[in-house]
């Protein structure tokens, strides 16, 4: 949905964020930067899961003796299966 929205803003930030994204226009450029922001976001949520189900599956494994190969290709293994499903 869109609204208008009437905000002062920096003119010097909105050109440089112009130039940087290469945006045509300034709203453009603003819809562009928020939409990076959110991807950055969800890249962070993503990446959270993933280290919670690594810790996991460490917990799981229970203590590795001597060869830390076998924790590392199981949580390779986990990781690629986040991938695949999206998550």
Do not use: C, N, P
């Not at 300034?26 to 890249?43: F, G, M, S």
């Not at 993503?46 to 919670?52: E, L, N, Q, S």
């Amino acid at each position: 949905m869109l609204r208008y929205k009437h905000m002062r803003l920096d003119q010097e930030k909105i050109d440089r964020v112009k130039e940087i994204l290469r945006a045509r226009t300034e709203t453009e450029a603003l819809h562009e930067a928020l939409d990076l922001v959110i991807r950055k976001d969800e890249e962070r949520i993503r990446k959270t899961r993933i280290m919670k189900r690594m810790l996991e599956l460490r917990d799981r494994l229970g203590k590795i003796e001597e060869d830390s190969s076998k924790w590392l290709r199981a949580a390779r293994g986990e990781r690629t299966k986040s991938y695949a499903s999206g998550r």
